[in-house]
């Protein structure tokens, strides 16, 4: 059946300005990551796209490596695009990186400009798409000058194969350095993608940190993984899901179900009932709230593995709203907990 969206598909979600761009991005947008390779059903992942932009989701997020295997969700996404969104092409912004490892050889990955420009037209092909909207570099990498792999992104800009650039898990200073070389280029950076959660909290250190450079720089930021890789749910405050991240070891390790992080997940879990939210919604609205120090985050990025998960999570946007004595409530229990995987070494 073709697919027709809502009528009013934009009154479902507020849209936050990226920066001191021109462009917005959905409070919540979809992440990709999980749950669009070709082990799960293609009819699941397209009931989740559908009902995603019928409630204002606006954008779609990727990666070359996203699967499994790698690969496969771009190219689920391509057919996607090509059977439901095509005609809705000019009101999506679709996303892709490329940083972590794509094919053999000292060329399939980290951030040279052989790499990023080769995996960027390897994603184009397999989205069939002729630009995206926001390409990335996924990770730093020691051992390329900063100089080439932001050329690579201007050049990935100036090709038209790319509206905007991106950057994911830098440091503050890394940040600093990469907007200032994309300024000199000519091709402003956009937006961060940091690991972002109430229990992963890297952006906040440092003086400055990594928002107030953001905000200093002009750049908007998109936090992924802000329920924590599932921890800040309700799902495992009983046990572990036989068909959970923990059990099937996708990016979630069983040690990080202590007792000492299970107790603070409780504790949020009760805050989040007084607030009449889930736990994951207070998570989210958590992660968009107005910062004390920086600037506020543009959107936070979340997956999704069925059509109701996908509507509990975009409720969070009903009630962003916090008062300084539930910042200060949640304070004590949101502390950093040494879960970012991404962190660099």
Known sequence: MTFEAAGNRYEKIPYRRVGRSGLRLPAVSLGLWHNFGDDKPFETQRAILRRAFDLGVTHFDLANNYGPPAGSAETNFGRHMREDFLPYRDELI????????????????????????????????????????????????????????????????????????????????????????????????LIHQPSYSMLNR???????????????????????????????????????????????????????????????????????????????????AWVLREQRKGGPVSSALIGASSVKQLEDNLAAVENLEFSLEEIDMIDQYAVESGINLWAQQ
Do not use: C
């Not at 951030?111 to 390409?135: A, N, T």
């Not at 992104?153 to 990469?178: H, M």
């Not at 906040?204 to 802000?226: K, T």
């Not at 405050?237 to 040690?255: C, H, T, W, Y």
């Open 202 to 284: 890297w952006v906040e250190d440092g003086s400055p940190n990594l928002l107030e450079v953001l905000e200093e720089e002009g750049l908007g930021s998109i936090a992924f993984s802000p329920l924590a890789q599932g921890l800040l749910t309700d799902r495992y405050l009983g046990g572990i899901p036989e068909d959970s991240r923990v059990a099937q070891n996708k990016s979630f390790a069983a040690d990080w179900l202590n007792e000492d992080r299970l107790s603070r997940v409780r504790a949020l879990n009760q805050i989040a009932a007084g607030r009449g939210q889930s736990l994951a919604q207070l998570a989210i």
């Open 94 to 189: 679709i996303s892709t990186k490329a940083g972590y490892l794509m094919w053999p050889g000292p060329y399939g990955e980290w951030g040279s400009r052989k790499y990023l420009l080769s995996s960027l037209d390897q994603s184009l092909k397999r989205m069939e798409l002729d630009y995206v909207d926001i390409f990335y570099s996924h990770r730093p990498d020691p051992q390329t000058p900063l100089e080439e792999t932001m050329g690579a992104l201007d050049q990935a800009v100036r090709s038209g194969k790319a509206l905007y650039a991106g950057i994911s898990s830098y440091t503050p200073e890394q940040t600093r350095e990469a907007a200032r070389i994309m300024r000199q280029l000519g091709t402003p950076l």
